[in-house]
């Protein structure tokens, strides 16, 4: 199965901004044609396309193979940052109840206080690493991953048994890893960083903590055969395309709002997804990172009754551990003893959407049925096409991100890690202050 998309709050019948019919129906024809040329790319294996190929090109086994020496870890610490961190990060954090227990830390900040307190009080004959970084240049993992290796040292633990790597086929992360002889995974050609969760970069991880990596791999590929030329039919489509009629009509803001707290790194990896692919050409929708029901308690005053510039995304998962709430002698509390926690988080997040559909405020649901391994598998393979396409209708390059490669290069010009035009533009700019 796929994942089901409902957009009825935000056809132009209840919500302002909002679509109707007819503008569905001339969105879906550009649909069609966008659709042909994602096949296509797909087909040719072209950048970024072929992220879309990785249900069917990841190795589950290559990658169980890799963690192996490392599988009986009590912590794993994952050194990257972006999408060499965010999927993994999305995946074990959604799907910490089913695995065997491994304590994850990500180190993707270089904040040096933040860095020092994640490492202390790690067991490290005990804890294992994982570096991930396409490029195998960027400047906070290769920086944090000498800091992690220098406190292995310290202590006495030799880091090359316990460090696995997963980089592209060349560049200074690869040197280390060949010098070493590090057990190392390659990032497959052609899949963006953002768009690697379906692959080793998000998947080594969730091996090390014995998720069922077949079934994310298998729940992707379902969703996968979901895409057809039509958002009427395809619900990745539907979404993406509606993201992007109400951008047109004034939704500049996406609010991703998942009803799980297990799914609130999903929305900062969403966040990302949405930004990097989008935010070009002066074109793009900003994403925001909400979590149900805690921000009912303070984004929604403003999504509610604030300016109408925004779409509000809800993922629900139709299933849930449950957990009764406990009776009291309280009389005016005994409409809680009655019920369990799952019911008032269904409540909570029923409220809040008719909430928004009364006051005309767009919104759509995502429905999952539960949080497991294929439904997860198939909602981040679902929010990767729906962005392509997004992509396709805006008409920008969904695959690159020169703004960070910009920031990227200045800092290591300022490093003195090399000559780059945009170092001397950041110096030109603190010397006229
Ligand atoms: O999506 C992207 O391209 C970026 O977020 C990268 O993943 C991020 O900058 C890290 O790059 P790398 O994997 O080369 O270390």
Same mark, same amino acid.
């Given at each position: 199965?796929?994942?089901?998309?409902?957009?009825?709050?935000?056809?132009?019948?209840?919500?302002?901004?909002?679509?109707?019919?007819?503008? +569905? /129906?001339?969105?879906?024809?550009?649909?069609?044609?966008?659709?042909?040329?994602?096949?296509?790319?797909?087909?040719?294996?072209?950048?970024?396309?072929?992220?879309?190929?990785?249900?069917?090109?990841?190795?589950?086994?290559?990658?169980?193979?890799?963690?192996?020496?490392?599988?009986?870890?009590?912590?794993?610490?994952?050194?990257?940052?972006?999408?060499? #961190?965010?999927?993994?990060? $999305?995946? @074990?954090?959604?799907?910490?109840?089913?695995?065997?227990?491994?304590?994850? %830390?990500?180190?993707?900040? @270089?904040?040096?206080?933040?860095?020092?307190?994640?490492?202390?009080?790690?067991?490290?004959?005990?804890?294992?690493?994982?570096?991930?970084?396409?490029?195998?240049?960027?400047? /906070?993992?290769?920086?944090?991953?000498?800091?992690?290796?220098?406190?292995?040292?310290?202590?006495?633990?030799?880091? $090359?048994? =316990?460090?696995?790597?997963?980089?592209?086929?060349?560049?200074?992360?690869?040197?280390?890893?060949? =010098?070493?002889?590090?057990?190392?995974?390659?990032?497959?050609?052609?899949?963006?960083?953002?768009?690697?969760?379906?692959?080793? %970069?998000?998947?080594?991880?969730?091996?090390?903590?014995? +998720?069922?990596?077949?079934?994310?791999?298998?729940?992707?590929?379902? /969703? =996968?055969?979901?895409?057809?030329?039509?958002?009427?039919?395809?619900?990745?489509?539907?979404?993406?395309? $509606?993201?992007?009629?109400?951008?047109?009509?004034?939704?500049?803001?996406?609010?991703?709002?998942?009803?799980?707290?297990?799914?609130?790194?999903?929305?900062?990896?969403?966040?990302?997804?949405?930004?990097?692919?989008?935010?070009?050409?002066?074109?793009?929708?900003?994403? @925001?990172?909400?979590?149900?029901?805690?921000?009912?308690?303070?984004?929604?005053?403003?999504?509610?009754?604030?300016?109408?510039?925004?779409?509000?995304?809800?993922?629900?998962?139709?299933?849930?551990?449950?957990?009764?709430?406990?009776?009291?002698?309280?009389?005016?509390?005994?409409?809680?003893?009655?019920?369990?926690?799952?019911?008032? +988080?269904?409540?909570?997040?029923?409220?809040?959407?008719?909430?928004? #559909?009364?006051?005309?405020?767009?919104?759509?649901?995502?429905?999952?049925?539960?949080?497991?391994?294929?439904?997860?598998?198939?909602?981040?393979?679902?929010? /990767? #096409?729906?962005? @392509?396409?997004?992509?396709?209708?805006?008409?920008?390059? $969904?695959?690159?991100?020169?703004?960070?490669?910009?920031?990227?290069?200045?800092? =290591?010009?300022?490093?003195?890690?090399?000559?780059?035009?945009?170092?001397?533009?950041?110096?030109?700019?603190?010397?006229?202050?």
């Amino acid at each position: 199965t796929s994942m089901n998309v409902d957009i009825g709050n935000a056809l132009s019948s209840v919500a302002s901004p909002g679509i109707s019919r007819a503008g +569905l /129906e001339r969105i879906d024809e550009q649909v069609a044609v966008a659709h042909e040329r994602i096949e296509r790319g797909m087909a040719d294996g072209e950048h970024g396309y072929e992220a879309l190929n990785l249900p069917e090109k990841t190795d589950p086994d290559e990658i169980r193979t890799a963690v192996e020496p490392v599988a009986d870890c009590e912590t794993l610490v994952t050194v990257g940052i972006g999408g060499s #961190a965010l999927g993994a990060a $999305t995946i @074990v954090d959604a799907l910490e109840a089913q695995g065997d227990g491994t304590e994850t %830390v990500f180190l993707d900040n @270089v904040d040096p206080a933040w860095v020092s307190r994640r490492l202390e009080g790690l067991t490290l004959s005990e804890t294992a690493i994982n570096v991930v970084s396409r490029s195998g240049m960027t400047a /906070e993992t290769l920086a944090n991953f000498l800091v992690v290796r220098e406190a292995f040292d310290s202590a006495g633990v030799d880091w $090359t048994e =316990r460090t696995i790597v997963t980089t592209g086929e060349s560049g200074p992360l690869r040197e280390l890893a060949d =010098r070493h002889d590090l057990p190392s995974l390659a990032v497959p050609d052609g899949v963006p960083g953002r768009y690697a969760a379906l692959s080793a %970069v998000g998947l080594v991880a969730a091996a090390v903590c014995d +998720l069922d990596i077949e079934a994310i791999l298998e729940g992707a590929a379902a /969703e =996968r055969k979901s895409l057809t030329g039509s958002l009427f039919e395809c619900p990745a489509y539907a979404y993406g395309a $509606t993201a992007y009629a109400l951008d047109g009509r004034g939704a500049a803001v996406n609010a991703m709002m998942p009803y799980a707290e297990s799914l609130e790194t999903f929305a900062e990896w969403f966040a990302q997804l949405w930004a990097e692919s989008l935010g070009k050409d002066d074109l793009g929708q900003t994403p @925001v990172r909400a979590l149900g029901v805690t921000d009912q308690h303070s984004q929604l005053q403003l999504y509610r009754a604030g300016p109408s510039d925004k779409l509000v995304t809800f993922v629900t998962p139709q299933a849930h551990e449950d957990r009764p709430i406990p009776d009291t002698d309280v009389d005016s509390l005994a409409y809680l003893g009655d019920g369990t926690l799952g019911e008032l +988080l269904e409540a909570e997040f029923s409220a809040t959407e008719a909430s928004l #559909a009364a006051a005309g405020q767009p919104n759509v649901r995502i429905e999952l049925e539960r949080i497991d391994a294929a439904e997860l598998g198939g909602l981040l393979y679902g929010m /990767e #096409a729906a962005c @392509v396409l997004a992509g396709e209708l805006y008409g920008v390059n $969904t695959f690159e991100q020169p703004a960070v490669e910009w920031a990227k290069n200045a800092t =290591r010009g300022l490093l003195g890690g090399g000559e780059f035009e945009e170092a001397d533009a950041v110096e030109a700019k603190t010397e006229l202050r």
